[in-house]
T-cell receptor, first 114, second 111 residues
Framework: EPEVTQTPSHQVTQMGQEVILRCVPI?????FYWYRQILGQKVEFLVS????????KSEIFDDQFSVERPDGSNFTLKIRSTKLEDSAMYFC????????????FGPGTRLTVT | DAKTTQPPSMDCAEGRAANLPCNHS???????VYWYRQIHSQGPQYIIH???NNETNEMASLIITEDRKSSTLILPHATLRDTAVYYC????????????FGKGTKLTVNP
């Protein structure tokens, strides 16, 4: 069964450093998402992406964040200058269609900012 | 999107049916009910969704009341691997693609 994959599974970085989290969505999916979950808190939407453009973003997704689909398979989330409060699990998701299509999530990347 | 209310936790014996309730009293006519679950910090997993008819798939059944103000997710024969946080999410057809997760119900399946 096809699945969303994410790398790395765990990333440790120092405050102020740039990090890139990588995702490979399901191959025939066209819509891509990033969510995050701070330890013990709710899963929060960050951004949705379609046709090489951001289609929706949350207030969390400020100028420090960016997303890119550099080739036909990868989807990345970049945090330019990490802060302690960026420590969280970051989940990538993809869906086949717009509208009422279910989203398939990857296993997540645990980001720890020290 | 309509707000949902779920009990914070539930227990179920292994092999028995788990019935997880969700209230969505402000749901509108074109809002769907979705269920996802999250097993111990893994990525959320889609379970099932419906509009007004009851739905069943290989994982679960979804029962939506006639007035659509509440629903129940049924896991017919719960196993230890079904221990997870279950989220009931209401989504507007043609609206935002984002999933808005609440705190969900922590289901513990006991041996």
């Amino acid at each position: 069964e096809p699945e969303v994959t994410q790398t790395p599974s765990h990333q440790v970085t120092q405050m102020g450093q740039e990090v890139i989290l990588r995702c490979v969505p399901i191959s025939n999916h066209l819509y891509f998402y990033w969510y995050r979950q701070i330890l013990g808190q709710k899963v929060e939407f960050l951004v949705s992406f379609y046709n090489n453009e951001i289609s929706e973003k949350s207030e969390i997704f400020d100028d420090q964040f960016s997303v890119e689909r550099p080739d036909g398979s990868n989807f990345t989330l970049k945090i330019r200058s990490t802060k302690l409060e960026d420590s969280a699990m970051y989940f990538c998701a993809s869906s086949e269609e717009w509208g009422m299509s279910e989203q398939y999530f990857g296993p997540g990347t645990r980001l720890t900012v020290t | 999107d309509a707000k949902t209310t779920q009990p914070p936790s539930m227990d179920c014996a292994e092999g028995r049916a788990a019935n997880l309730p969700c209230n969505h009293s402000t749901i509108s006519g074109n809002e769907y009910v979705y269920w996802y679950r999250q097993i111990h910090s893994q990525g959320p997993q889609y379970i099932i969704h419906g509009l007004k008819n009851n739905e069943t798939n290989e994982m679960a059944s979804l029962i939506i009341t006639e007035d659509r103000k509440s629903s129940t997710l049924i896991l017919p024969h719960a196993t230890l691997r079904d221990t997870a946080v279950y989220y009931c999410i209401v989504r507007l057809e043609g609206g935002s693609e984002k999933l808005v997760f609440g705190k969900g119900t922590k289901l513990t399946v006991n041996p």
